[in-house]
């Protein structure tokens, strides 16, 4: 059994990051640019844009936040996302989610530039990724196969069962499972038997936002179980997948936390990176 260390692999991929924005600048003295724009109060929401901003400036990144009171109206925030898609010095955008009543998510993920969506949400990347064609990835599912394939380069043949059927995660993660040539299942809340299909899994990807529901009797012995969950109980913070029960019968296992998230990152400044780089 081993537990995966999201951490330290965060830790590396921020590394090499770095090192290819220094030798990047040496250059023509110029590093990626990444704008996140916050909307509101939403508290878990201000946490992840200052952990984004805080990384992105550690590997270089020239990171700003424009920031919006919850009243903003969805005419400024479309302005604003209009000129960062025109500023040669952004090279990613990204509008963190939830967004308040009167703002479209829909019309504001569209309008970012498909060069600049760092978040892969547009429906642009979202069609090219599914096409099997270049494209921007969402960061949680790019870090979930990251690590994944730390564990495991070759995933051919293999059946992955992802748990969520989001568009920030389970869709992206089954395409991109799909890539690898795995057969992908998709499990959602008005599947019949959740547990009997959980334990075909020799990948197994829980991202449905539910405390522990994943128990040591859904997972088959030797598979790799990758937590995404991130759920409040009292004043722990747990995943989706009942950590302690299940972690002798997996090969290998994310923590919460210290798995999945420190590799969203990780992964937001290389799509950033990436942005930079196909200019
Ligand atoms: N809110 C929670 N997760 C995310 C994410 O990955 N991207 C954005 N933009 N908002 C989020």
Not at 124 to 138: D, E, K, Q, T
Not at 247 to 260: F, L, R, Y
Request: net charge positive; proline share 4%.
């Amino acid at each position: 059994m081993m537990i995966i260390d999201g951490k330290k692999e965060a830790e590396i991929l921020r590394q090499e990051i770095k090192k290819e924005i220094e030798s990047l600048k040496s250059k023509d003295n110029k590093v990626p640019g990444l704008t996140v724009i916050l909307i509101g109060d939403f508290a878990p929401s201000q946490i992840y844009v200052k952990n984004k901003e805080k990384s992105a400036k550690e590997v270089g990144i020239n990171s700003n936040v424009v920031r919006y009171s919850k009243e903003v109206t969805e005419e400024e925030v479309l302005k604003k996302i209009e000129d960062l898609n025109n500023d040669i010095d952004v090279s990613g955008i990204l509008v963190q989610l939830p967004l308040p009543s009167q703002i479209n998510k829909e019309k504001i993920i569209n309008a970012v530039s498909p060069k600049k969506d760092v978040d892969g949400f547009n429906p642009i990347n979202v069609g090219n990724l599914s096409s099997g064609y270049n494209a921007l990835v969402p960061c949680t599912p790019l870090g979930c196969l990251y690590l994944i394939k730390k564990v495991e380069k070759n995933l051919s043949g293999k059946h992955a069962v992802i748990i969520g059927r989001s568009n920030l995660n389970g869709k992206p993660m089954a395409q991109l499972l799909l890539k690898e040539n795995c057969t992908v299942t998709i499990v959602h809340s008005k599947t019949k038997d959740l547990k009997q299909e959980c334990l075909k899994a020799d990948i197994l990807v829980a991202a449905v936002g539910v405390a522990k529901l994943v128990k040591e009797d859904w997972v088959k012995k030797n598979s790799i179980v990758i937590d995404v969950g991130i759920n409040k109980v009292g004043d722990k913070i747990v995943g989706d997948v009942d950590f302690d029960a299940v972690k002798e019968k997996s090969k290998a296992i994310t923590p919460v936390p210290g798995g999945v998230g420190p590799m969203t990152i990780a992964c937001l400044l290389k799509n950033t990176l990436d942005c930079f780089k196909a200019r």
